[in-house]
């Protein structure tokens, strides 16, 4: 098994000599149910995701839209908690070392113990937190975890984020550097914000680790824009909806989800 480290690494790395941008997939963990949330992962991963980002369902998601909102409630309507959210890392380890993101609250963590759940994370093959309502300068007690199993933090920085806010976010991530390019929850758009080559133009300035973007991505125009300034796109909502749209029907959501995939991929080529 690798280490945390080299399997984010890698990623960027072999996204880089491909000249291309990595795709980051984001599904709420457990969406419809356990057993076809397994195989939403792994269909993900055989269409092309590089890091897989895992929203643990959570009854109050605050910096979610719509759409990932009601995949939390379908996820926990069907019987998903914190330790099944394990438990399928665990079951996509079985058969792929993509890099596993955990995209959390930070109430889940502090509930079972933050070190209790770095270690518990990292035994069952996380690759790194993203603590959504966990800045980083309260971060420091989860970061002290974090370092302790080999997990990396991700931190959030958004449009309205003033250089020094830049830095001190560039100082705390060990993995990389997550960008929402619009102020908001999440959900999909019809258009990217005017200025991003501007904005992450400002953040690759304080920092050298990777940098992403993500809230809005759902076509592979969009994929394209982000994949010329960036170093991975994020998409989330665009795929959440191929599983919304027939939560009862897994042979379908596949479908939907594989075609969504190599849509969205093909906006990942540079040059």
């Known amino acids: 098994m690798e ?7 890698s990623a960027f790395t072999k996204a880089a000599a491909e000249n291309r941008a990595c795709f980051i997939a984001y599904v709420c963990a457990g969406d419809p149910n ?67 993101v955990f995209y959390t609250y930070y109430n889940l963590v502090f509930a079972r113990g933050i070190d209790a759940y770095a270690q518990r994370a990292a035994a069952a093959g996380v690759d790194a937190l993203l603590t959504l309502d966990l800045p980083p300068e309260e971060a420091g007690e989860l970061a002290t975890a974090c370092a302790r199993y080999g997990l990396k933090t991700v931190f959030i920085a958004a449009p309205t984020s003033p250089p020094e806010r830049l830095r001190l976010i560039a100082e705390h991530t060990t993995g990389f550097v997550y960008y929402v390019s619009r102020e908001g929850v999440t959900g999909e758009r019809k258009s990217m914000a005017g200025n991003l080559d501007e904005k992450v133009a400002a953040i690759q300035a304080v920092t050298d680790r990777p940098l992403v973007v993500g809230f809005g991505i759902s076509t592979a125009d969009h994929v394209r824009q982000v994949a010329s300034v960036a170093d991975g796109a ?30 969205l991929t093909a906006g990942l080529q540079r040059g």
């Open 3 to 9: 280490s945390s480290f080299d399997r984010i690494q």
């Open 34 to 100: 356990p057993d076809t949330s397994l195989e939403v992962c792994r269909s993900l991963i055989e269409e092309g995701t590089d890091i897989l980002e895992l929203g643990v369902p959570f009854s109050d998601p605050l910096a979610d839209g719509l759409t990932n909102q009601l995949a939390a409630e379908r996820a926990l309507a069907g019987g998903m908690n914190q330790e099944r959210v394990f438990q399928q890392v665990a079951a996509i380890r079985e058969f792929s070392e993509v890099p596993i």
């Open 234 to 263: 994020v998409v989330g909502s665009a795929l959440v909806n191929c599983i919304a749209r027939q939560p009862d029907q897994p042979e379908k959501i596949l479908h939907e989800l594989r075609a969504k995939m190599r849509e």
